[in-house]
């Protein structure tokens, strides 16, 4: 199985900065896409930050400019600094991991992490 695992969420003044990590455990022989999703109380989930193994990267207009989304595919695990935090910003923060290949298996997977809280206060 493969166990994904996010850290870094917090409580921070706007204006501030945190890095949340992610990583992906187990059996994994490599990683398509490593992602941040994000979903605020009452609302939908939503893509913030995605990465491919290649390095090709896509964020929200929301976090344009502010967040930066890194990775280490040799230790399946990716970063997501955000600087200029804003209160809207707070919500729970997913990692997502997309074609997950793994030993003896033909198909690809996709995992998710528990999340990790981000509150931003005014």
């Known amino acids: 199985q493969v166990q994904v695992v996010e850290s870094g969420g917090g409580l921070v003044q706007a204006g501030g900065s945190l890095r949340l990590s992610c990583v992906a455990s187990?059996?994994?022989?490599?990683?398509?896409?490593m992602s941040w999703y994000r979903q605020a109380a009452g609302k939908e989930r939503e893509l913030v930050a995605a990465m491919t193994s290649g390095g090709g990267t896509k964020y929200a207009d929301s976090v344009q400019g502010r967040f930066t989304i890194s990775r280490v595919n040799a230790k399946n695990t990716v970063y997501l600094q955000m600087n200029s935090l804003k209160p809207e910003d707070t919500a729970v923060y997913y990692c997502?991991?997309?074609?997950?290949?793994?030993?003896?298996?033909?198909?690809?997977?996709?995992?998710w992490g528990q999340g990790t809280q981000v509150t931003v206060s005014s």
């Open positions: 997502k991991t997309d074609g997950v290949r793994r030993p003896n298996s033909l198909r690809s997977g996709s995992y």
């Open positions: 187990g059996r994994v022989l490599s990683i398509h896409e």
